[in-house]
């Protein structure tokens, strides 16, 4: 017999990480769309009205006549996507949590909250624990649960495994950001084409302390960050699609080329064992090509969920350098979002 | 009276950095040029005929139809700017420079030959002294003068006011780089369209021994290289011209940041001060804007001999991190070719 | 002793048209702009501060600190460069025209009005007559001239020394237009990026209309639009600056192709002989090599002003087929209305 | 019991069409690819050695290790498909065929060959009967079978059902092509980057001609070409697969707008009918939205063998004006022989 599959909403359904989500759940084995809100300007209208859908599949058949929902608590149901600017999701996403809801947050707003959970599922699944902390979760049930940034999500997910085997000390990070980070319209093409913009506000700040966070301990009922030195330098380039970054690193303890490689493809997908259906395989893959990863080659390797790594080399300043790309909507938005509720709902956050 | 103009020659004047040469002599004060040899390929036609011109202002009439000779020192002028490959460069260079040319040379075969200066202006006019240690100048007056590669010409700019006022003891650059610094054809745009390419070819290992002899010390008739750690991390992106660099630095000792824009832009011109008419009157721009520099606005400032910085703030691994950016075809190849002819000729190294 | 320049006012002066009339009137002999207006948000602050300057070439000194005025013919100037969106264009345009100014309008807004010129210089400098007609003129001595839209003018240049000397029956046109023809922010990076729109609204209708009115005649105090048939498919592509637009053309009387390449090299350009300083002297470049014109080369040419045509063919549905390329916010808006304003002065209305 | 496969081999491995060949075969129903070769300087190498690999699925497994042979028939598979350029097509593609071999030629050299059949399965299956005409298949069974020129397929496929119901007088197609089109690395990065190149050699002559073969009439045993004037403009544009058309047409007798779009949709596809594996559901796709079809998001459709149609509205010289997207390399190349040589398969050619 098939099993009832898990209502969910998604606030802030029309823009470009919104489409993603309705993307990804379109074929969902535990989830299924039931509900879709958006600003004020779309409510009320069938979702393919209200949408310039931006994806190369085509909008699903199941959301086109979907009539967008106000963006209230009042009859959404109890597992909520939300894909809102952080202003917006500082207002909202307390009400839904308040009214019950298990509010999967991609937005920034929360993230470094003490009692809310920025979680990768494959680097820090423990974390989870944090949301007992929360006010909501005590009184209706509800919580926020958050994933990284766009940019750090890749970084953290490539630095896991050496942290935990080697240690980590000093982190040095150039990001060469795809547009689709910034949304839609988002950057202009007057300003990107043959171009690069040494600027994304407030991405230095959030690389930064995220990556802290994702790599702190659990301790009693808060997060101790991890104490490592760290620089991000961000940029925006005419990719689309994929976020690349060179990345130097000071471990603890010295490790050989070959010994990181092995850390870096043995890297256990917790998810993937767990049974998530969105972890990929690999949480990373080694390119060992001397030119990649590369966003046009690499970009969808594990249906955009595995991080890419390559070039691994000696570092004159630290101890090695190497690139890491991956999928800023998928694995840096959308995908993050859409595991972090696998894992609750194996972990029995969802029922 | 008008003084009579020195006879110049262009070794390698079909390529894109010829090209570039080609059209920074259109009017020259102080050269002209009469002499320009290719590729057999090339020879004997009309340089018209012989080139594929590139650039936005059209091909000099001068040169039109002035004839492409074989690349031999046989009839060719004392003063010759060469824009080869390394491997030709390699066989070439010495024949000219046997033949007692002097040759004013772009490509990387002598850049860190002991006895060769590797130049900028600006930065190290002193190490033009090397040039009495060839074996060539001591036999037929004929010497090799070298610049930096297009990837290390704008961050060597750019820190040499820090190293000389604050010392520097670390260096982190990541670049990213135009698609004109790989020639023509060059990038195919099947491999750059909406992508990175985090590699270049034996270009980390330049940009950091070349930076270390440009900020070298000339110590009795040899450099000692600049002591400092440094590290690179290369890569090309979809921008015509403009190479844009991330970097942080560690100094020797402490500076506020008012001081470091104060050396950035208050470093003196000396080329400009000697009177040479391809020396930007400002070596550096220091961009107050927030997401400036950017090769889109800022890459012809100074006719693209003035080097932009940006961003200046502090740094969580070493001490500060800015934006770096010039432009690679004329600060970094043809036009810091000429600016070291310049300063050969007021050097009294060309009568 | 140097004559007095005249004052002039920009309204719209903050976007991509009216940064190009402040750059373009920077060192005008005749002109000097003493007045900006944009919408409220910008009002009462220093241009510096109001503007996102998007230009390649520094704002000009001179209004850096100039106040921004509301947009009101209270105090403005009596020539006035109008760089407004249709809508805002229609509301305002007739009110400083009623005030007794100059009204030298970038807008679509009144282009078809039948007392309204639609001038080229080049083309129909005679049309300006038909501003006798505006009620305004008659009421204060104010009136409103109008350039054509981007992509109809290089079209129109092209095709007017063919018209004249040998009639046309029939136009077709395809566009590849530039997505600085849109505004700023105007087209999404990710929608142009790797991609084509073969979309740009009422672009086609416009393109078609205006053509008729510009190569229209004059008669009594009207015009009568030329009787060609015409159609145009508009497209949207990843380029900076330059439409590029292919044309199939069928003449009134045949023609040989020398005989249409000295048509339009030999084409007279009216402005440039009255004096206009904006005017190129060139108004038409034949460019022989087979794929020319290329935005990438040929957009500057005379300064921006002129009009590239290339790659003149027999047409197997038509006569003849070629492709033109003209600069889309010189040539294309800014140019045009400042070229227009020179030909007014000369032919006594700016008095 | 599992039929066998039919073994196949690949000319022209390494490039871009050939690598899609491979893609494309994969996991193919009826042929398995067992043998590859290339130019000279591939030989003896396993492919995986031989091959730049550029597409964004990962090379097949079986292909890796298979060593790539001469150009030769000599113990080559009966089946073979071409993708060589014209020149080395010219002198290979009948050495196969005089051996025996079913040559399946995306090449251009034969295409206008009165007794090669140009074929699009959608189209002309008929014209196959040509190929009783070949000497080759009287004396060894061998012939060879060409699809079109990637400009034209799409173009032709979109024409079909319009020429057969309503007739078609004339045909005018400006073009904007993507880059791979002209292969691996084929356009370089400095000639399309924010650029338009409106010339590519020898493609207007090979559409205009092509089409008029596709469309003509098998009679006895040549065919007739299609009678209609055609004119095409063919540009080069900044986008990497999906060839854009802006098309107008004259029918030979009236049709309504609706009427013409029935036609589209309705266009049954004879390959798909007939079970052919690569054929796609819908051979027209006809976009209603105002502003597709664009690459970016349509190039895809039916795994890139569907031809996407839009924007139907009069045109002001002739009848009708639509846009025309398809992919170049797949409905344009290696898709196009493919599905050649399944309906060679279902007609009993390679038995």
Known sequence: MAQLKISVGILGATGVVGQRFIQMLEAHP????????ASDRS???PYSEATRWRLKTPMPVQVRDMVVSPASANGAPKVIFAALDAGIARELEPQFAAAGCAVVSNSSAFRMDPSVP????EVNPDHLALLEQQCWRKQSGGYIVTNPNCSAIGLVVALAPLYRQFGIESIFVTTMQAVSGAGYPGVASLDILGNVIPYIAKEEEKMEEETRKLLGKLNGGSVVDAGFRMTAHCNRVAVEDGHTESVSIKLNQPAEREAIIEALTGFKSIPHELGCPSAPEQAIAYESAADRPQPRFDVDR???MTVSVGRLRPCGVLDWKFTVLSHNTIRGAAGAALLNAELLRVQGYLS
Do not use: R
């Open 30 to 37: 535990w989830f299924e769309v039931a509900w879709l809100a």
């Open 302 to 304: 594990g249906n955009g």
């Open 118 to 121: 920025l979680v990768i599922p």
């Open 43 to 45: 409510e009320g209208k």
